[in-house]
């Protein structure tokens, strides 16, 4: 009998090659078998999916490994231009992972950003309550230095009121040098015109030593209150001067010692700023992360509507493949029969028909399969790179 060609390819219905077409149909029996082992080449990562289940941030990816692993286990070994798509999805979940690593790390370091800004609070009310006992202590000094010039002042009036006192003094004892001249001649004309008067003269002679015992008490005591006085002014003065001029140094060590203050106080003031710009920017890092979170689970759920797509298709392709394997049986059991030729040429009709079918169901997985691609990459690949750069 002649070789006849029948559309579906020499390997699977020529007579002659009967070996090779059993070998592709147990190829293809044998290719619906689960696969415990993915057709990819990127290995899996033990640690990323711990990773990723262990995160606070983590997303719910139960349904997108479930519709992983159903796929993978599912899928056949095609030969067609279709492809493996698996080997994607994982890299997708381990950027997921490294984002969400990233996450953990941020959300660390925002932990020690604030513990460090309480730190800084704590040492700027520190800083503060020194400030404020300074200046409680400078208005202290400046009150004892206020009262300090308030005695210098007294001090003042009682050394110019004993000063007037001397002066008065002195002309007291000019008065009392004058009397005694008077009474010296009033005595020695006493004594030559009445010599007769002893009595009155010695009575004016012991009035005369009585006074000038007192003139020489005054004097004495004039002096003493003088050279005490000369003794204490410059001593206050000059303890006045150096309580004034310590004064003047403590305040001046407190102004520069308020200054420093307030520079640190600005200083850390503009760290504070610095500290609120960093979490305004971490705080948009985790909107983000929430949004693109957000397209992450649509993404898994559409994910999960186009496997489910797929694997109906899949099983539609192995129905037809075994409508196809029965068209072939009993296209090969009518190519024996002459007679019936006509139905030779319907069974042929209907395997050209499941093979159009069978090249649809391929092309609408292909697509299906391009769209998802497209879908991640559109959904992923931006969030990505924004995330990046942020």
């Not at 559309?7 to 689960?34: F, M």
């Not at 202590?137 to 010039?149: C, F, K, Q, V």
């Not at 001593?235 to 403590?250: C, D, F, H, M, V």
Request: charged share 30%; proline share 2%.
């Amino acid at each position: 009998m002649d070789e006849v060609d029948d559309g579906l390819g020499s390997e699977l219905n020529t007579p002659r090659d009967s070996h090779q077409s059993t070998q592709a149909d147990v190829s293809l029996d044998t290719s619906v078998e689960p696969s415990s082992v993915p057709t990819t080449s990127t290995p899996k990562n033990a640690n990323r999916q711990c990773g990723v289940s262990s995160s606070p941030f983590g997303l719910d990816l139960s349904a997108v490994q479930e519709a992983t692993v159903e796929d993978t286990s599912s899928s056949v070994k095609r030969q067609d231009e279709s492809g493996d798509y698996s080997a994607l999805g994982l890299d997708w979940a381990a950027n997921l992972a490294s984002k969400q690593m990233e996450l953990l790390q941020l959300t660390d370091e925002h932990g020690r950003t604030r513990q460090q800004l309480q730190s800084i609070q704590e040492v700027i009310s520190q800083l503060q309550s020194r400030v404020s006992s300074a200046e409680d202590t400078i208005d202290d000094l400046n009150s004892e230095r206020m009262a300090l010039l308030a005695k210098l002042e007294q001090y003042k009036k009682s050394s110019e009121n004993k000063e007037m006192a001397l002066t008065k003094y002195k002309e007291e004892l000019l008065l009392a040098h004058e009397k005694l001249k008077q009474l010296e001649n009033i005595s020695v004309e006493v004594e030559v015109e009445k010599e007769a008067d002893h009595e009155v003269i010695a009575k004016l002679m012991s009035e005369n030593e009585e006074s000038k015992a007192l003139i020489s008490q005054l004097k004495q005591e004039a002096q003493q209150r003088e050279e005490v006085s000369l003794s204490r002014r410059p001593a206050k003065k000059e303890a006045l001067l150096l309580a004034a001029n310590e004064e003047r140094y403590q305040l001046a060590d407190w102004r520069d010692r308020a200054t420093r203050l307030e520079q640190l106080a600005n200083s850390q003031s503009a760290q504070m700023k610095r500290y609120e710009v960093m979490e305004q920017r971490f705080s948009d890092t985790v909107k983000h992360l929430a949004d693109q979170r957000a397209k992450v689970s649509e993404l898994s759920g559409e994910l999960k509507v186009q496997t489910d797509n797929a694997k109906m298709y899949h099983d539609e392709v192995l129905h037809l493949r075994a409508k196809l394997d029965e068209m072939k049986l009993a296209s090969a059991c009518a190519a024996n029969d002459s007679s019936t030729s006509k139905e030779l040429v319907r069974l042929r009709d209907e395997c050209e028909r499941l093979q159009n079918q069978l090249e649809a169901g391929r092309e609408i997985k292909r697509v299906c399969d391009i769209k998802i691609c497209d879908d991640i990459a559109v959904g992923m690949l931006p969030g990505a790179a924004r995330s990046r750069s942020t």
